[in-house]
């Protein structure tokens, strides 16, 4: 029986289901798009990271080196970095590699002890680098895992740094 495919809809008559599906679903889109545009312009929500109070306990600061010894970034043009000594003033972040290369750049936090990093600076050849990855901390111990990125080819970077630990019941949040 064809009937069995058909439904009424508002307006009295039949409309075939698909075509009923489909015009549901269009109408659903705006409203959806409307409610997402509405929580993306909520100002805070009263949560941890609106407490002035909840302010950065502790710092990744501190002299950064591979924990076997020798070389931090697997390849990299100018003197092999062996020693990246980073200050952090609350985001902002500065790093000197142990030939006297400046690096800047930014700290997002992700999580509770750890976030995103991204530095840029120059190789002492000369070269521009850019740094992406994360930074950790467990108790007083930091460690980086970043890419050291430089044109024409991506290399790794890891070390560890002894660093002021952070208090677990306040963990690397804090307001801008």
């Known amino acids: 029986m064809t009937r069995k495919r058909w439904q009424p809809n508002l307006r009295g008559t039949y409309m075939n289901k698909d075509a009923m599906k489909t015009s549901l679903g269009l109408c659903g889109l705006p409203l959806l798009a409307a409610g997402l545009l509405a929580v993306a312009w909520l100002p805070g929500c009263g949560g941890a990271a609106d407490d002035p109070s909840n302010q950065l306990d ?25 020693l990246f000594k980073i200050t952090q003033s609350r985001d902002v972040l500065e790093a000197v590699d142990n030939a006297g290369n400046v690096f800047r ?57 002894q660093i002021t630990p952070f208090s677990p019941t306040n963990p690397a949040v804090w307001t801008r």
């Open 58 to 82: 502790g710092s990744f600061s501190g002299s950064y080196a591979n924990p076997l010894g020798g070389a931090m970034v697997s390849t990299n043009s100018g003197t092999p970095v062996t």
């Open 105 to 161: 750049g930014t700290f997002s936090i992700a999580y509770a002890y750890g976030g995103m990093i991204q530095l840029d600076g120059t190789t002492g050849a000369g070269t521009p680098v850019h740094i992406a990855g994360y930074m950790e901390s467990s108790d007083a111990t930091a460690w980086i895992n970043a890419s050291w990125i430089e044109p024409g080819f991506k290399a790794s970077m890891y070390g560890t740094a």
